[in-house]
Nanobody, 129 residues
Framework: QLQLVESGGGLVQPGGSLRLSCAAS????????IGWFRQAPGKEREGIVC????????YYADSVKGRFTISRDSAKNTVYLQMNSLKPEDSAVYFC??????????????????????WGQGTQVTVSA
């Protein structure tokens, strides 16, 4: 059974850091592009980061560029999202997702959830004083 599980969310003060994990079972993440999306209450889901499999460009949305870093740990079959300098507007449910295509598909300057085939259940991030 293919499964993605996010973890690492929580409550953090503005300026703080969190590291989210996206662990897979039933398949290898190495072969696929992995995206992180987030959705705040009343807002559309936003694609913020994508890491390709192998060669290719990693995508960061302008809203997180320079603050968030995505990485892979092949041994643990896990993708991480390191989030630094967090702001209240980063508060959202964060989802990881798998695109069976190995490259990050960037259209009109962003990544689209319609490109992604498997999703985790999400983890809540709240940035508040």
């Amino acid at each position: 059974q293919l499964q993605l599980v996010e973890s690492g969310g929580g409550l953090v003060q503005p300026g703080g850091s969190l590291r989210l994990s996206c662990a897979a079972s039933g398949f290898r993440l190495d072969y696929y592009a992995i995206g992180w999306f987030r959705q705040a209450p009343g807002k559309e889901r936003e694609g913020i980061v994508c890491i390709p499999s192998g060669d290719g460009s990693t995508y960061y949305a302008d809203s997180v560029k320079g603050r968030f870093t995505i990485s892979r740990d092949s041994a643990k079959n896990t993708v991480y999202l390191q989030m630094n300098s967090l702001k209240p507007e980063d508060s959202a449910v964060y989802f990881c997702a798998v695109d069976v295509f190995p490259r990050c598909t960037v259209v009109a300057g962003g990544i689209s959830e319609s490109e992604y085939d498997y999703w985790g259940q999400g983890t809540q991030v709240t940035v508040s004083a």
